[in-house]
């Protein structure tokens, strides 16, 4: 892997897209960074914001779940918020947003995105649901240890058949067996999480049958 490092940019996801698969931007901070449904993430000083260009091997959902489990790995704490947040003590530390890149119907590069909490000031109105990892592990972190460290670590993943991935990620995904609400754009769907099936999808056993949810924000 190729690593860029930035100073300050709008958000690396953004600019991953001009770059080749095999090539990692970090940055110190951004300006601009971008959660998932567009929304803004916060990346001051301090954080681990980067972005993976990755082959189309896998879909951005496979990727998004192996690198929560690298990032888990190399953390050594928290549990996984499906699909895509890493959570402790009921806060969350950690956010990553893949997509694909097409030309055409063809897919050119999957940009995975991750953002992690270290010792970033957090903006007041996220005090009560985000957390940092000072906060729940004292010390002092090198930022580029801890970037090696998860590159190495999904690189170890990627290797892995996608069952055993999907195995570990289910094990280490605390909403399983309980009860929740997911928030889509236009409906919001209650049951309880019973499974994630072989596609990612949340799956819900409601009140009405099974529903097979793609993609949405889960409150408890
Ligand atoms: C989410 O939880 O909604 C996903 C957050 C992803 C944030 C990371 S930080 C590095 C990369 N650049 C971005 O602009 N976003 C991702």
Not at 87 to 114: A, H, P, Q, R, T
Request: charged share 25%.
């Amino acid at each position: 892997m190729k690593i860029i490092k930035l100073a300050s940019i709008d958000s690396t996801n953004k600019l991953a897209r001009s770059y080749e698969p095999n090539s990692v931007l970090v940055a110190s901070e951004q300006t601009a960074g971008v959660g998932r449904f567009d929304r803004a993430w916060s990346s001051g000083l301090g954080g681990l914001w980067f972005s993976i260009v990755y082959n189309c091997d896998r879909t951005p959902t496979q990727y998004t779940f192996i690198a929560s489990l690298a990032v888990l790995d190399v953390i050594g704490i928290g549990d996984i918020k499906w699909p895509n947040d890493i959570f402790v003590n009921g806060k969350k530390i950690c956010g990553i947003l893949s997509e694909s890149i097409y030309s055409g119907e063809k897919c050119l590069k999957v940009i995975i995105g991750i953002g992690l909490n270290v010792s970033n000031k957090l903006p007041t109105e996220l005090n009560e649901v985000g957390i940092r990892l000072v906060d729940v592990k004292s010390g002092k972190y090198d930022l580029d240890k801890l970037l090696e460290d998860i590159i190495n670590k999904f690189e170890e993943y990627c290797k892995m058949d996608f069952n055993d991935i999907l195995a570990l990620y289910k094990e280490k995904c605390f909403m399983l067996g309980k009860n929740v609400t997911v928030k889509k754009i236009d409906e919001e769907i209650s049951g309880v999480a019973v499974d994630i099936d072989s596609d990612g999808n949340l799956i819900l056993e409601t009140d009405s049958g099974s529903v097979v949810v793609e993609e949405g924000d889960v409150t408890f």
